[in-house]
């Protein structure tokens, strides 16, 4: 009897067991599929969601992923409704003050939103200006164009404007209008470009940057260079086609995001990046970069980044190897040029060895350029 109990009772339990072991079973899985099925809409959608890392605990719709660099009034609304559609930035030093006002009179004008950067530490000395308050500026001293814009041109903060124009402050714009340059770049599909150099005026380093006066754009040069590299009408590769010198290079908004990750933070003299920026041509650099003839500029070669209090002719925040050719009679500036140079020339080939290093061991790349001749390097 006790037995018979205690096996019906062990039978009891055990049914019981299974049975409420199914019911946790059948009420996990419940819960699972209620669970899938709760957020299945969500979950299907967000999977690949791509969120800008961080982002990820808010709602989408309250990130704010870019920026721009327009001014907010402290109270009521902007007075300026146009927004801005393009950027320019140029580096200045307070000698260059008559040069980068006709400069920036003419980029305001057009509606361009404009930032100083200040490579002398010296901001004051502009404010008499009108347009002192209306522009941005930036002062850190001695230090290059590249170095500024890899740290305050951030694609993301910038991403408002269809094009960029990162300029040296050695520039005349008197036969200059940014506007009508702005719409030959859209006509011609230049994504990377830079105005045309008058010869008779300018310092001319690159006869691929002399001004033509058949066309409105040109994209290739047939001429040999001071470089002595040969150049015809089968080249398809740099300085003779697709290329661009960087004393004032304006980038469409998808160039300068392919740009600004190739600007090394360490090598601020930024030597080597002519010759590649065709990988950010977003497509064929031999169409997609040109120089435009029929706005131009007159490029003075006076620019004043390292020069010592002596007069002598030192090295722009651009391209720091145009002061080489220049006399000067002052031995310590002479001392500094050769230091910049040789700076510039170190960070040169790291940049090519980095280059080489990391097309070799990303599996992945595909050098569009491969089978193009690649030009010897320019002698810059
Ligand atoms: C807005 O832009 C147009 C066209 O460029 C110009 O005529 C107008 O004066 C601008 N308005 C303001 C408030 O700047
Ligand atoms: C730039 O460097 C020079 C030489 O080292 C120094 O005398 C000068 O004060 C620096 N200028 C600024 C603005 O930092
Ligand atoms: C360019 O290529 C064409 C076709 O291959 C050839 O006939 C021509 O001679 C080449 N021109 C030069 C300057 O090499
Ligand atoms: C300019 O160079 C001369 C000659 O070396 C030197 O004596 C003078 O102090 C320099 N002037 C300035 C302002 O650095």
Known sequence: MNMY???????????????????????????????????????????????????????????????????????????????????????????QKKTVNEMVQRFLASDFVVMLFHYDGIVDEWQDFEWSNSVIHISTGNQTKWWFAKRFLHPDIVAEYDYIFLWDEDLGVENFNPDRYLSIVKDEGLQISQPALDISKSEVHHLITARGRRKNVHRRTYKLGTTGIHCDENSSAPPCTGWIEVMAPVFSKAAWRCVWYMIQNDLIHAWGLDMQLGYCAQGDRTKNVGVVDAEYIVHLGVPTLGESDNKSKAVSSGDTSRAESKETSHSQAIDKRIEVRRQSYYEYMIFKSRWKKAAEEDKCWVDPYSETKQGKQTTR
């Open 5 to 95: 109990i205690f096996v019906r009772a062990s039978l009891f339990c055990l049914v019981l067991f299974i049975w409420s072991a199914l019911i946790a079973q059948n009420s996990k899985e419940n819960f699972l599929i209620w669970g899938l099925r709760g957020s299945n809409a969500k979950y299907g959608a967000c999977k690949n969601r791509c969120r800008p890392p961080g982002s990820e605990p808010l709602p989408e719709g309250i990130v704010a992923s870019t920026s721009n660099l327009e001014k907010r009034p402290l109270w009521g609304s902007p007075k300026n409704t146009n927004t801005s559609k393009s950027l320019f930035a140029v580096a200045v030093g307070i000698k």
